[in-house]
């Protein structure tokens, strides 16, 4: 059995990422600062916990001993500029030098559409000038090669059951009778998080049947369902699969940009995690969507799932049966 260290395995993504590991035999270690954040993955077989502090560079060195495969997954979408960078650069560089001191084979990072390795001061946010830094010191190392395979994964906005996106615009409109919205024309490709851990799972080159010779060389994928969408028509939709409004959902009035600023600082002011910041509004200037001077999905062998029938599924009280068979429907 093929062992795997994933650092973010407790949040929404990871648990996904975690469950299909273990489906296609993987033994997987998942780090977390305290045991009760991985409740819901601790029922997976061969999934061991650890307690530890993934940004311990010498404690990240003991526990990759042993292990054939890295995912790091972790992120965070607010922060200052020295978060950013202790999150999306700092920790993908410890990540690199323990999986290189362990002997690890490969290392698998999740980083995000609209990052450019090759040029990473020129994104418009810190949050993704930082994943561009994170990438850049992945793949293009000052010294020598790292001694293992790096795959980057690029996704667009990440769409699930238990995403903070579509159910908290849902949400908004149950109560407010219109969305101001900033950045409203903002465009977006969304992907399924099933498919973002099925690329995860197949891009390990040692996974057995997922082996691939063209995978194996490609270093960038960018994950993007086959939609794209603006944030109104995301908002919108998020209403109307919700059945807000008897299913019309809310108006969507789109704020200038210098509204918007205000709304965005307004809500960075609000205590707890923004909604919305000023540096969220500075990356959607870039559109979230495919290039296509990188594989995606389909080259990992993967039928991107469309948004709609599975949003639905989620989202509406009385359409969760109909949306399943529709899931189930997608993969056969």
């Given amino acids: 059995m093929k062992n795997i260290f994933v650092l973010g395995g407790t949040g929404f993504v990871g648990a996904h990422v975690c469950e299909q590991l273990v489906r296609a035999g993987w033994h997987v270690t998942v780090p977390t600062r305290r045991r009760n954040n991985a409740k819901d993955i601790m029922h997976l077989p061969g999934l061991t916990v650890l307690e530890m502090n993934v940004h311990d560079a010498q404690a990240l060195t003991r526990e990759l ?22 999150t999306h650069v700092d920790l993908p560089a410890k990540v690199a030098r323990a999986s290189a001191a362990a002997g690890v084979r490969q290392v698998v990072h999740i980083s995000a559409l609209g990052a450019d390795e090759k040029h990473p001061d020129a994104p418009p946010s810190r949050y993704l000038r930082s994943k561009s830094r994170g990438e850049a010191l992945l793949l293009h190392p000052a010294g020598d090669p790292w001694p ?9 906005v990440i769409f699930g059951a238990e995403d903070k996106f579509l159910n908290l615009f849902a949400k908004l409109q149950g ?79 789109p704020l200038p940009e210098w509204a918007g600023r205000l709304q965005a600082l307004a809500m960075e002011c609000a205590p707890g995690a923004p909604l919305m910041s000023r540096d969220n509004l500075d990356s959607m200037k870039t559109d979230n969507v495919a290039t296509g001077t990188h594989l995606g999905l389909a080259a990992l062998g993967i039928h991107a799932a469309a948004l709609g029938p599975i949003a639905r599924a989620y989202l509406s009280k009385g359409g969760l049966v109909q949306g399943m068979l529709e899931v189930r429907k997608h993969h056969g």
């Fill in 175 to 253: 109560i407010f009778p219109f969305m101001p919205l900033a950045g409203a024309s903002a465009k977006f490709q969304p992907v399924w998080v099933q498919d973002v851990a099925s690329a995860v799972v197949r891009s390990l080159k040692y996974s057995g049947n997922h082996t691939a010779a063209n995978v194996a060389a490609a270093h960038i994928f960018e994950l993007c369902g086959p939609d794209v969408f603006t944030l109104a028509q995301l908002v919108h939709n998020a209403g109307v699969w919700a059945g807000v409004n008897e299913g019309r959902g809310r108006p969507v009035l």
């Fill in 65 to 86: 001993s042993g292990m054939d495969a890295v995912v790091n997954l972790v992120a965070i979408l607010h922060g200052s500029e020295a978060a950013f960078d202790a």
């Fill in 148 to 156: 293992f395979d790096v795959t980057v994964l690029r996704p667009s």
